[in-house]
């Protein structure tokens, strides 16, 4: 295989991977008007069901702009050498590949994220402002930006200069120690990620002392979960949309809802909520799928380590000077129809956790809290109802409103 022909593979790829996507998502999207399955019926108000299916619409129809306008820049970013181009930029700074390498991802993303953010900005305050969803100040927004690029050159620019480094230092056996490191670092983030990274974006509170929080420990108390971090983020502050989510394990577990779904919940509602998160953790799911995560990040190192040496990855790009950070462009792009797969395969595990999270719920609570609070949050997000089998066995990562409640009513 020479370099040309290689190349005429990226384009392939990038091309039917956008192609697939699209089609699913038009197919997905002659479904947004089906009729309503009678176990859902209820949920919306006449005039709200109209609503929802609008803003499912104007979704639509702005990703699948978001989405031509990104192939269009890539594919010309592809055929014009842009790669080349960046990579002449950065060696003319440097002679350190350390230091080429991060000038060359940081242009490549900063520059991607200077053209996305007029999109972004459009997303948030027009399309989102407009469904009532929106509660972010245009302060913020940026204040956001500019705290996600830091993060970014702080915590990315090093992991990815101590990559860089162990390629050097050990050739292709790179892979090892950057699984290692990986790996540590997935256990570290897991444990701390809601007390070091959350409050740099939220501000997080412990849960007052009310009937919430002692119905919350009751039923923690009675199903043997050790409780004692309840904590409540403001997310209000950015979006009507209301969350929960479980992290950590050991000592280091906690739970933390949003205060929208404190506002939006009863009582009741919430502790079926926390059961279902309990469940995850009883079914040992948190700690399954890190493992699982720093599996397919090992099998990807091992499969790059296998590549990266050869100069026709470089070549297909139009760089004459073989380095790791081309290398790893080309690489990922090939490497698409396995992740792919491998997202499908994790979609539907995790799709199956949900079931289980659910089931442990409806035995150790109650299964009508549950589908209240599922209905109560499907309509406040304005949620699709009806989506398309393929799409949802494609994208989802939960089972559907309709899957779920059929599982609980069993």
């Known amino acids: 295989m020479n370099a040309q022909i290689l190349f005429n593979v990226i384009i392939v790829i990038i091309t039917v991977n956008f192609l697939i996507n699209k089609i699913l998502d038009y197919i997905n999207s002659k479904y947004f008007d089906a ?37 269009i820049i890539t594919i010309i970013f592809f055929y014009a050498e842009g790669f080349a181009y960046i990579d002449k930029i950065a060696r003319g700074y440097s002679t350190n590949e350390i230091v080429v390498t991060l000038l060359f991802f940081g242009i490549i993303m900063l520059g991607s994220d200077i053209l996305t953010i007029p999109l972004s900005y459009y997303k948030t305050f027009v399309i989102e402002e407009k469904y009532g969803f ?15 690029w830091a993060l970014t050159i702080i915590l990315g620019g090093s992991i ?6 162990f390629y050097q230092k050990t050739g292709t056996h790179f892979w090892i120690y ?24 939220n501000k997080q509170t412990p849960l ?31 979006s009507t949309k209301a969350n929960a989510y479980f992290t950590g394990f050991g000592a280091k577990k906690r739970i933390v809802l949003y205060d929208t779904l404190i506002n939006d ?24 799928n890190m493992f699982v995560s720093v599996f397919l990040t090992g099998l990807t ?22 380095s790791f950070h081309i290398g790893l462009i080309a690489f990922g792009v090939l490497y698409t129809p396995i992740s792919e797969v491998t997202g499908l395969l994790m979609n539907m595990l995790s799709r ?21 609070s599922l209905k109560k949050l499907s309509k406040n997000s304005l949620s699709n109802l009806t989506p398309h089998k393929s799409y949802v066995f494609m994208h989802y990562s939960h089972p559907t409103l309709l899957q779920r409640i059929r599982n609980l009513t069993d």
Request: no cysteine.
């Open 35 to 71: 009729s309503i399955p009678k176990e859902l019926e209820g949920i919306y108000q006449e005039e709200d069901y109209i609503k929802s299916q609008n803003y499912k619409k104007e979704n639509f129809k702005f990703s699948m702009f978001l989405s031509v306008v990104s192939f």
């Open 134 to 148: 929106n509660k972010a100040t245009k302060t913020l927004f940026f204040l956001d930006k500019i705290k996600g």
């Open 160 to 165: 990815l200069a101590l990559i860089v480094w």
């Open 178 to 201: 950057t699984w290692m490191f990986v790996g540590l670092f997935s256990i570290f983030m897991t444990l701390f990620y809601s007390s070091l990274i959350v409050p740099i974006f």
């Open 208 to 238: 007052e002392n009310g009937e919430l929080k002692n119905q919350l420990q009751e039923f923690a108390r009675k199903v043997g979960f050790k409780l004692d971090n309840i904590f409540v983020i403001d997310g209000s502050k950015r």
């Open 265 to 288: 919940l009863e009582v009741d509602e919430i502790v079926a909520v926390l059961a279902h998160e309990v469940g995850h953790y009883k079914r040992k799911h948190v700690i399954f």
């Open 301 to 322: 190192l091992y499969i790059l380590s296998l590549f990266i040496h050869n100069s026709l990855l470089s070549e297909a790009l139009s760089v004459e000077t073989p």
């Open 352 to 372: 199956k956790f949900e079931y289980q999270a659910d089931n442990y719920a409806k035995e150790h609570y109650n299964a009508p809290s549950l589908i209240s």
